[in-house]
């Protein structure tokens, strides 16, 4: 019985080990994306990038936050950031497919991501 309890707090330990290993690299993933989406975003200001291309590292460091968050009220408030850039970039592709510079494809691309973005902030308040 003794032996059994022993395996089972060196599993426990092992497991902490891993969390904590698995936090870290989450934690630089995210730092990594968020300095993407800062360059990418002096880019834009510049007018060296187009805003399309900022908001798609912009969604990828907000998401790259998703599995650090400790509440649901903190992943809620990333998807709801990640809708308001969608609905940003649907609006803005439509505006260039309108004057000829976005394809139809490309604003069809743009809307279906804005509603993978709103039915993944919906599931978020579901759970």
């Known amino acids: 019985m003794a032996s059994q309890a022993t395996t089972q707090t060196q599993a426990q330990a ?3 080990v891993m ?3 698995l936090r870290a690299l989450l934690l630089e993933r995210k730092q990594l994306m968020d300095s993407s989406s800062d360059r ?3 880019l ?3 007018g060296r990038m187009e805003f399309v291309e900022y908001a798609q590292l912009k969604k990828a460091a907000l998401l790259a936050g998703i599995n650090l968050c400790n509440t649901k009220q903190e992943r809620i408030e990333i998807h709801m950031e990640v809708v308001k850039l969608s609905i940003q970039v649907s ?3 439509e505006r260039m497919a309108e004057s000829g510079r976005a394809s139809s494809q490309e604003w069809h691309d743009a809307k279906l991501a804005r509603l993978e973005a709103e ?3 919906l599931q ?3 759970k």
């Open 91 to 93: 609006e803005n592709v």
């Open 44 to 46: 834009m200001t510049a």
């Open 124 to 126: 978020e308040r579901l």
């Open 119 to 121: 039915i993944a902030l």
């Open 40 to 42: 990418a975003e002096l």
């Open 19 to 21: 969390q904590k290993q």
């Open 14 to 16: 092992t497991d902490g």
